[in-house]
């Protein structure tokens, strides 16, 4: 006597049910899994801290006050332009074997539909405070902005690519490109 087959099973992580909350873009996609796995008669599974990665994901993400926001943006001009130089940063650094990978799947995919997706930061570039009054926020950006396009300038006299830890070789424009659109990602999250 055979046994049945087992049904295939599905592991819903906080990330994707974030992603379902918040009808982020990345929803649709998400949906589309279920949706073909339940209907080939698979279980869905969720883990029993769930709802606590749940909660921690929302607080991490989602509350910041716009002092930490201005800081986490000024962070990633100024390791930027550390990179750039060819400095030590706070970035991660990824052994070369994955590069290719993750500028496929996240330099390239941000670059390709314009706009950052639900990311997270690593804790060096996640500040617990900020600049205290929005004139000191403009005043902390201007110096990280002028910092990271004083980079890029040197930069480019030699080479219009360099070498991130996190990406392998990028060019300038991409990378220049890629901040841009971190910035922008960050807009919404700051008062008018």
């Known amino acids: 006597m055979t046994e049945p087959a087992p049904r295939p099973r599905i592991v819903l992580d906080a990330s994707a049910a974030l992603a379902i909350l918040r009808a982020e873009t990345d929803r649709a996609a998400i949906d589309v899994v279920i949706d073909r796995h339940r209907a080939a008669g698979g279980r869905l599974l969720v883990p029993d801290v769930f709802w606590l990665e749940v909660a921690n994901g929302l607080v991490r993400r989602f509350i910041s006050s716009p002092n930490q926001v201005v800081e986490h ?93 996190i990406f392998g070789p990028v060019s300038l424009v991409d990378y220049g490109r890629f901040q841009a659109l971190h910035t922008l990602h960050h807009r919404r999250q700051l008062p008018a």
């Open 73 to 165: 943006v000024a962070m990633a001009l100024e390791e930027s332009a550390k990179a750039v130089k060819g400095e030590p940063s706070k970035f991660p650094r990824f052994p070369s074997l994955v590069h290719p990978v993750l500028r496929s799947l996240f330099l390239k995919r941000v670059l390709r539909r314009g706009r950052f997706s639900s990311a997270r930061t690593n804790k060096a570039m996640d500040p617990l405070t900020g600049p205290g009054t929005p004139a000191q926020g403009r005043a902390r950006l201007q110096a990280a902005m002028d910092a990271y396009a004083q980079a890029c300038t040197e930069r480019s006299r030699t080479s219009a690519m360099f070498t991130s830890t």
